[in-house]
Nanobody, 117 residues
Framework: QVQLVESGGGLVQSGGSLRLSCAASGFTFNNYGMNWYRQAPGKERELVAFISSSGAYTDYPDSLKGRFTVSRDNAKNMLYLQMNSLKPEDTAVYFC??????????WGQGTQVTVSS
């Protein structure tokens, strides 16, 4: 069974940091680029970060560059998102996904991140 399981979410103060993890199983993890998305209540799902299958390159929305860093450990089938200088507007459910080309094909269940003021 293909699984993507996010963890590491929780409550953090504004200005704090948090690292999210995504554990992958049931597919050849190192063949797929990976994305992080987030969705806040009443908002559309938003792309947060992309990382290539090898981890050699990454991309982020301009608004998040310098605060969020995506990484992966292919030997452990793990994806990470380091979030620094967190703001209340970062409050959302964060999802990891696997993609082939530009198309997401697998999704995790999400982990809640809440940033207090």
């Amino acid at each position: 069974q293909v699984q993507l399981v996010e963890s590491g979410g929780g409550l953090v103060q504004s200005g704090g940091s948090l690292r999210l993890s995504c554990a992958a199983s049931g597919f050849t993890f190192n063949n797929y680029g990976m994305n992080w998305y987030r969705q806040a209540p009443g908002k559309e799902r938003e792309l947060v970060a992309f990382i290539s299958s090898s981890g050699a390159y990454t991309d982020y929305p301009d608004s998040l560059k310098g605060r969020f860093t995506v990484s992966r450990d292919n030997a452990k089938n793990m994806l990470y998102l380091q979030m620094n200088s967190l703001k209340p507007e970062d409050t959302a459910v964060y999802f990891c996904s696997a993609r082939t080309g530009l198309t997401p094909i697998y999704w995790g269940q999400g982990t809640q991140v809440t940033v207090s003021s």
